[in-house]
Nanobody
Framework: QVQLVESGGGLVQPGGSLRLSCTASGFTFSNYAMSWYRQAPGKERELVAG????????NYADSVKGRFTISRDNAKNTVYLQMNSLKAEDTAVYYCHARSGSIDYWGQGTQVTVSS
């Protein structure tokens, strides 16, 4: 059974930090490119950051460049999103996504709320 389980979300003040984790099971994690998406209320889901199968390349949305860092540990079947200097506009449900060719999987999402 394929599972992507996100954790690490929560409430944080503006300027604060959070680290999201997504642990995969049920498929060969190292064969999949991994990404984080987010969806704010009333908005479409958007790509936040992506990382290639062995972590050699990463890409980021312009809105998070310099503040967020995506990484992965293939030995632990886990992808991370370190989020620093958080802003109110980062408030959203964050989703983990795995893709290999035409096959993709989604996690259930974790809520991140940035508020004072």
């Amino acid at each position: 059974q394929v599972q992507l389980v996100e954790s690490g979300g929560g409430l944080v003040q503006p300027g604060g930090s959070l680290r999201l984790s997504c642990t995969a099971s049920g498929f060969t994690f190292s064969n999949y490119a991994m990404s984080w998406y987010r969806q704010a209320p009333g908005k479409e889901r958007e790509l936040v950051a992506g990382i290639t199968r062995v972590g050699g390349r990463t890409n980021y949305a312009d809105s998070v460049k310099g503040r967020f860092t995506i990484s992965r540990d293939n030995a632990k079947n886990t992808v991370y999103l370190q989020m620093n200097s958080l802003k109110a506009e980062d408030t959203a449900v964050y989703y983990c996504h795995a893709r290999s060719g035409s096959i993709d999987y989604w996690g259930q999402g974790t809520q991140v709320t940035v508020s004072s």
